[in-house]
Structure formats: C-alpha cells, structure tokens
C-alpha cells in the first residue's frame, strides 16, 4: 500500500511503487483530467502539480511523489472559478480541448512563481504541446490570468 496526498487529501493506493503517477490518478483515484499523451514526457498532457512545481506524470513512478503534495486540475475549481480557468475561457482557448488540463496546470504552476511573466517567460515555461496550435491564445489567456491577480 502507498500513501500519497493528492488534492489535500490522504489516499492509499495498492500498486506497485514504480507504477506511473499518472495511471494512479486516472484509474486507481478516477480523476480523469489529467491525461495520457505521449507517454514520454514530452508533450505535457499529463502534467500536474508536484509541490507546486508542473511536473509530467507519465513516467513519473508512484512512489516518487510520496510525501509531496499532488495537485491535479480538478484541484484547481469544479466550477471553472479559477483565474486561470476563467482566463481559458475568455480568450476561447481550446479546439480540440484533449491538451488543456496540462497546459492550464503549467500555466498555473508558472502565475504561481511568476504573477506577471513577460512572452519569453511564457515561452520558455509552457513547454506542452498543443496538437491544435492555439500558442497565441495560451499566451493571452496567461496575460489575462495575470491582471487578475
């Protein structure tokens, strides 16, 4: 059995301990926002908060996580409330929508560090991959959520 804190909350999950972070949430935890993509780490889909830090969960083993705090999207508002969330929605950012739980969760892990990033900062923080090309519309929904702070 481990022991994980996903969201606040105490869960105890019976998998292997190199089993990826991301499988525990979506099939041992159901919390089906964070999704598979590439499965390399490489184009973001699965992206959450590791102590604050976007961190890629698709190879990222279970028991790395143990003792860290583990924040999804679903962890962010129920009801789309979130500054970042809010922002998404104004600057109609989705097409296909599949990569956006991982690039709202790395724009929100980016807010946190830096309130009001410049492009660059932008640009070299929001590492995911958007099979739609909607860079321009992440981009100004960040600047957005940054004036509402």
């Known amino acids: 059995m481990i022991s994980i ?5 105490q869960r105890d999950v019976d998998v292997a301990p190199d089993t990826p972070l991301l499988w525990v949430l979506r099939d041992e935890l159901n919390l089906t ?5 590439c499965g390399v780490a490489q184009c973001g889909c699965c992206t959450v908060h590791l102590d604050g830090v976007a961190t890629r969960t698709c190879v ?15 962890s962010l508002s129920s ?14 950012v989705p097409q ?22 410049t492009d660059a900062q932008i640009d070299q923080a929001m590492t995911n991959i ?19 702070a």
């Open 79 to 92: 009801d789309n409330a979130h500054r970042v969330q809010k922002a998404w929605i104004a600057e109609q």
């Open 96 to 117: 296909c929508g599949y990569c956006q739980s991982g690039q709202i969760m790395a724009a929100t892990a980016l807010l946190n560090k830096t309130p009001h990033p």
């Open 5 to 9: 804190i996903v969201n606040g909350e």
């Open 33 to 37: 926002g964070t999704k598979f993509g």
């Open 60 to 74: 990222l083993p279970v028991s790395q996580a143990v003792g860290k705090q583990i924040h999804t999207v679903e």
């Open 130 to 148: 958007c099979r739609c090309g909607t860079y321009g519309r992440i981009r100004a929904a960040i600047h957005r959520g940054a004036a509402e």
